[in-house]
């Protein structure tokens, strides 16, 4: 095997003859003892994968010690990625140049959810504040909604800008059914994805079709929406819709179903890559599933990470969108993968 075949291969012979084994139980992962390439808890499930699984690189843990690590965004300008450790009430930053972690907003309002906008402003959903604020450059904050009809919303989780000028953002609540990530009272609102037209200030219901909206992402070109749905029974499906010219979804489809290796647990965030394939947090069912499931365009599961941890959440970062960070439970990982992300953040 020459050094390109090691590089960009990874033996996927191997790799497919021990799907949805891999060691993530019980590796070392405080950094001190190296891995063996190729890592074995990237599982090449399709050949497909084998492009994207570099043979020289290793899920590294960035940080540990959260309570509940949530909604990953990579800073392009500043090179740091914010993340919610949401039970905690703080936002946490990891900077690239030294790895150091820092406080970033401490209370944090129990927000969860995190984006940056085309001008590199953060965006951040609140479980507290039951609202989506914009932090503009002068430090200033900005209440972009905090109601619909009126009526407070449940709890925003998770969001996405888009080119045209608008946000879409899940609302499924959880932040207001237990004071561990935000204050128990009542959902006055059926759970939903809102479009928020953010030049008018129009704001309007997407879908309210789904149980528990979650996480959310779209294809490279925008045309497809993607949305976990984390209500009912395990295995939870991922679905996808079509979006029209003027930002209507329609041709509401199961885009996958979150059954793997015998388990039935569920994903909670989604990002997509240039190539328009979806990769998904996973968990909540135990080793041999939580981690990261990632989907070709046409919904078959063609790779996985393997994590230690439930994986809450995930987005690519690094200077080239080529990193892929991953939120999960008490822990941020990161691994290098042979792609990138196809959006900001």
Known sequence: ??????????????????????????????????????????????????????GNAAIERVHTGNRWAEGPAWNGAGQFLVWSDVADNVQRRWLADDGRVTTFRNPSNYTNGNTFDFEGRQITFEHGGRRVIRFEHSGAVTVLADRFNGKPFNAPNDGVVTPDGALWF????????????????????????????????????????????????FSPDYRTLYVVDTGGDAPKPIYAFDVGSDGRLSRQRVFASMAYNGLGGGSDGVRADVDGNI???????????????????????????????????????????????????????????????????
Not at 29 to 51: A, E, H, Q, T
Not at 179 to 200: I, M, N, S
């Open 170 to 217: 899940t609302d499924p609540g959880y932040g207001s059914m237990v004071d561990y990530e935000g204050y128990t009272r009542p959902l006055e609102l059926k759970e939903a994805v809102y479009r928020l037209d953010l030049a008018t200030g129009q704001l309007r219901v997407a879908t309210d079709a789904l149980l528990k909206p979650n996480g959310l992402c």
């Open 1 to 54: 095997m020459d050094r390109r075949t090691f590089i960009a291969g990874t033996m996927a012979a191997g790799s497919l003859a021990m799907a949805g084994q891999g060691a993530a139980a019980t590796r070392d992962w405080s950094g001190l003892s190296p891995i063996r390439y190729p890592d074995p808890d990237v599982l090449v499930l399709d050949p497909r994968f084998n492009k994207y699984k570099l």
């Open 279 to 345: 990769w998904a947090a996973a968990g909540w069912a135990g080793e041999g599933f939580d981690g990261v499931h990632v989907f070709a365009p046409d919904g078959t599961r063609i790779g996985a990470i393997m994590l230690p941890e439930i994986c809450s959440n995930l987005t690519f970062g690094g200077p080239r969108r080529n990193r892929l960070f991953m939120t999960a439970s008490q822990s941020v990982y990161a691994l290098y993968v042979e792609t990138r992300g196809a959006h900001i953040c």
